[in-house]
Nanobody, 124 residues
Framework: QVQLVDSGGGLVQAGGSLRLSCAAS????????MGWFRQAPGKEREFVST????????YYVDSVKGRFTISRDNAKNTMYLQMNSLKPEDTAVYYC?????????????????WGQGTQVTVSS
């Protein structure tokens, strides 16, 4: 069992930056991949980024490539999402997630553990 707490959201102007964090606790001795998803008003939850246990493999949705960077520090049991050059269309509740496998996934249904969500609002 893994518990996740995500944080770091806030209000920022277009072009600004935010860094989201996701702290994992509980039974974290096993290898687990992690990811970020987001949900905007009136839209379904969508994949943003994912990272393997080792950190060697990452994937991003096309709309954030070149702007967002996912990383993790396994010694701290923490994952990050550095978001630069933010756009109003990035406005959403961002959720971190983890799954009981070391390899990445872009499908929300393949993640068993979820954070509570953190609001990111980007003004124009």
């Amino acid at each position: 069992q893994v518990q996740l707490v995500d944080s770091g959201g806030g209000l920022v102007q277009a072009g600004g930056s935010l860094r989201l964090s996701c702290a994992a606790s509980g039974r974290t001795s096993s290898s687990y991949a992690m990811g970020w998803f987001r949900q905007a008003p009136g839209k379904e939850r969508e994949f943003v980024s994912t990272i393997s246990w080792s950190g060697a493999t990452t994937y991003y949705v096309d709309s954030v490539k070149g702007r967002f960077t996912i990383s993790r520090d396994n010694a701290k049991n923490t994952m990050y999402l550095q978001m630069n050059s933010l756009k109003p269309e990035d406005t959403a509740v961002y959720y971190c997630a983890a799954r009981d496998y070391s390899t990445t996934s872009r499908r929300a249904g393949e993640y068993a553990y979820w954070g509570q969500g953190t609001q990111v609002t980007v003004s124009s």
